[in-house]
């Protein structure tokens, strides 16, 4: 069975520091180099957020404060700090996470008017990222995924994967919760059981 390893959104906005840190992201990073040294992987994707400055879900964009929420497309959207603008430091790569083993890198977020969790496809289920494609154009079956962040992107990441078809795993120490809500990330584990992840702990 061939398997990839989805690393989800491991730039510097969500890291230490950054516009949008995520509580502990950088301890997932020597986690996530062992698995790519320790294990063969057909395919290596890095997810990578890449919104233009003038994107809906900033609270910036919409006279909001961080944390609000309002109506975008149809869908609650969570108002947040403007993070992973497109050709900024943020939306780097962390310069610790080891790339030498990638072997497609699929960017998300790009239009103003919708959000984008997933790798696979915008929050509304109207564009499709070429994720999926790419999987089975290479005979991909299982998936393991890691990255940040649990309760949002990774989260609706594996869900993706599992309604796709694909086997599908959590690294559980190769992720973090934002935990916007202090259960958000626990309830993101019981939504991905209930729902054909696998979580690895």
């Known amino acids: 069975m061939k398997k990839a390893l989805i690393?989800?959104?491991?730039?510097?906005?969500?890291?230490?520091?950054?516009?949008?840190?995520?509580?502990?992201?950088?301890?997932?990073?020597?986690?996530?180099?062992?698995?790519?040294?320790?294990?063969?992987?057909?395919?290596?994707?890095?997810?990578?957020?890449?919104?233009?400055?003038?994107?809906?879900?900033?609270?910036?964009?919409?006279?909001?404060?961080?944390?609000?929420?309002?109506?975008?497309?149809?869908?609650?959207?969570?108002?947040?700090?403007?993070?992973c603008v497109q050709g900024t430091f943020g939306a780097e790569f962390h310069k610790d996470l080891n790339r030498d083993k990638v072997t497609h890198i699929i960017q998300k977020g790009k239009n103003p008017d919708v959000d984008s969790y997933s790798g696979f496809q915008d929050n509304n289920h109207f564009v499709k990222t070429g994720l999926d494609d790419f999987l089975k154009y290479h005979d991909i079956q299982l998936v393991e995924i890691v990255g940040l962040a649990m309760d949002y992107c990774v989260k609706f990441t594996c869900l993706d994967a599992a309604n796709l078809g694909y086997v599908t795993c959590l690294h559980f120490n190769g992720t973090r919760a934002v935990n916007v809500k202090p259960d958000n990330g626990k309830n993101a584990i019981y939504e991905m059981l209930q729902n054909a992840v696998t979580v690895l702990g």
């Open 7 to 83: 690393i989800v959104d491991v730039q510097n906005d969500f890291c230490e520091g950054g516009a949008l840190a995520v509580p502990g992201a950088n301890e997932i990073i020597p986690y996530i180099n062992l698995l790519m040294e320790e294990n063969e992987y057909d395919q290596i994707v890095l997810t990578q957020d890449w919104h233009p400055a003038n994107h809906k879900s900033f609270a910036s964009n919409n006279g909001k404060q961080v944390g609000e929420s309002i109506i975008l497309n149809g869908l609650p959207q969570f108002m947040w700090p403007d993070h």
